[in-house]
């Protein structure tokens, strides 16, 4: 099969299927900025990243809740970067800015609601413990902290937002993860873990505490031709429930969802490329009942910039979402 044929087969499938369960926390959307494993010294990346998501359902446990739901959607970019401070060691940044964060009430006399402004950043160090150039193995263990810099306890028109629309987490995090991967001539094999905890928010308006999030991810990739190559992920999400004052447990809030995650990347000239995703869920159970996603798609461009000229660079695409 051609390459671009592939490629026109799988696009509309990127735009038209349900995604991510668990749609609507405070905070960055979990996107992974960017190349899993590390880079090399002196290399420089930066990764402009767009995602936009809609929701208008809700389940409770694994089946849709009969109900008539209300609508959220946002639109949500990132500037990622990425520098290799030594062969094995990186350090990658990420900040967040929703544009809008939505929510349509399907209640009357309810008006509808928006956040908007700058959302978290993270820090992440990287050292590549594993690096068999011969064997193709690399192991890549991380530790990283999620600082909510941006907009919280936001209130629009003297009326308080619902945690889910506040552009900030509001909550210090702690997050670590490890990165295996075996590669053959035109594909790749790759696992990760990763775990995030937070620690409890004391705001103005909010004594809440989110329940801690850990993620498992099976990759399989495949050079379709020199400039194209697709990404198959599977990806299970284990998130605890939420505590607000007194240790009381958000009943509707956390639960477990396996997604099929597609992902195209082409290359556009040296150094430069681009990516497109969706989240596909083959099996989600929600505590208690909980808005979920219809679809939500995501874009994103990096660049490398090699200020070693010893060095050349091969932009890796795989990304975690």
Not at 118 to 123: I, K, M, V
Not at 157 to 182: C, E, H, R, T, W
Not at 287 to 303: C, H
Request: glycine fraction near 6%; proline fraction near 3%; charged fraction near 20%.
């Amino acid at each position: 099969m051609k390459p671009y044929l592939l490629l026109l087969l799988l696009v509309p499938l990127l735009f038209t299927s349900e995604a991510n369960a668990q749609c609507c926390g405070a905070g960055n959307p979990l996107n992974g900025f960017g190349d899993v494993s590390g880079i090399q010294r002196k290399m420089f990346q930066i990764s402009p990243f767009y995602k936009y998501s809609y929701s208008d359902q809700y389940y409770e446990g694994a089946q849709k809740a009969d109900v008539s739901p209300d609508k959220m959607f946002y639109n949500f970019v990132s500037i990622d970067m990425a520098y290799g401070i030594s062969n094995r060691m990186s350090i990658h940044g990420q900040v967040g800015y929703f544009i809008n964060k939505t929510k349509l009430y399907n209640i009357e006399g309810w008006n509808d609601m928006t956040g908007y402004g700058l959302g978290d950043a993270e820090l992440n160090l990287r050292y590549s413990a594993i690096k068999n150039v011969v064997k193709k193995i690399e192991l890549t263990p991380s530790i990283g902290v999620k600082l909510p810099i941006g907009v919280f306890d936001q209130e629009v028109d003297d009326v308080k937002l619902p945690i889910s629309l506040q552009p900030s987490s509001g909550s210090l995090k702690y997050n670590a993860s490890v990165f295996m991967s075996k590669r053959f001539k035109k594909s790749s094999v790759s696992f990760k873990a990763f775990a995030e905890y937070a620690n409890r928010i004391k705001s103005k308006n909010f004594d809440y505490k989110y329940g801690n999030l850990y993620v498992f991810s099976l990759y399989g990739s495949y050079n379709i031709a020199k400039k194209l190559s697709t990404m198959v992920q599977l990806q299970y999400e284990i998130r605890d429930k939420a505590m607000r004052e007194n240790s009381q447990i958000v009943e509707s809030s956390g639960g477990q969802v396996l997604y099929l995650i597609p992902q195209l990347n082409y290359t556009i000239m040296d150094n430069l490329a681009m990516s497109v995703d969706a989240f596909i869920p083959l099996y989600r159970y929600m505590n208690g009942m909980q808005i979920a996603n219809t679809f939500s798609v995501s874009l994103r461009i990096t660049k490398s910039f090699n200020f070693n000229k010893n060095i050349t660079k091969i932009i890796d695409h795989e990304t975690f979402n």
